[in-house]
């Protein structure tokens, strides 16, 4: 298995301000993902992180609303930005890793206010 | 468009019994499919994988199977304990790499 870590774990932000959530993990990968699960949903995939290209986003996000930074192997960034209160959520990020098997990070909990 | 659809949306069982948990899918073209659980306030733990050409994958007492075919899955858990209280999420990936998550089952065992 891997460890992937995340900071903040939570957040409580006023709107209109911006946020940055930290991913690492333990090994070298090359596929990272961030998802948003919002309160008492599933998981929705919000983009494809691959180091040394652009973030890959599915639809209804944006890279102005979710900037990614993907600077290597084991690292990745994304910024929740001109935050509302809609992007009250948990926000997770993911590596595939061993035998096509994604593992999770434990989520930023964040709230705007 | 894919859709991946979990059944019961709740379940609360009395320790000790033994429980299926089902998952549908509307694409049945998938590569593989991933049950996690996720405990309260937490992130996801990856309990099984079951490729494409695959039938079922066992470990300890989960048992997860997959009829491609009929697009559905099943988390089938022995002997439940009330540590194994938490809610269990299917997802299925295509070829594309991104994951497409059910609406999860939410499970409570009691003493």
């Known amino acids: 298995s891997a460890v992937i870590s995340q900071k903040p774990s939570r957040d409580i932000c006023q709107r209109g301000t911006s946020l940055t959530i930290q991913c690492q993990v333990d090994s070298q990968v090359t596929m990272m993902f961030w998802y948003r699960q919002q309160p008492g949903q599933s998981l929705t995939l919000i983009a494809t992180a691959n180091q040394g290209s652009e973030a890959t986003y599915e639809s209804g996000f944006v890279i102005d609303k979710f900037p990614i930074s993907r600077p290597n192997l084991t690292f990745s960034t994304l910024t929740v930005s001109n935050m509302s209160p809609e992007d009250s959520s948990i926000y997770l990020c993911?590596?595939?890793?061993?035998?096509?098997?994604?593992?999770f990070g434990p989520g930023t909990r964040l709230l705007v206010l | 468009k894919q859709e991946v659809t979990q059944i019961p949306a709740a379940l609360s069982v009395p320790e000790g019994e033994n429980l299926v948990l089902n998952c549908s899918f509307t694409?049945?073209?998938?590569?593989?499919l991933q049950w996690f659980r996720q405990d309260p306030g937490k992130g996801l733990t990856s309990l099984l994988l079951?490729?494409?050409?695959?039938r079922e994958q066992t470990s300890g007492r989960l048992n997860a199977s997959l009829d491609k075919s009929s697009g559905r899955s099943t988390l089938y858990i022995a002997a439940s304990q009330p540590g194994d209280s938490a809610t269990y999420l299917c997802a299925v990936r295509h070829n594309t790499d991104k994951l497409i998550f059910g609406t999860g089952t939410r499970l409570q065992v009691f003493p």
């Open positions: 993911s590596a595939e890793i061993h035998q096509e098997t994604q593992y």
């Open positions: 079951i490729q494409s050409s695959q």
């Open positions: 694409d049945s073209a998938i590569y593989n």
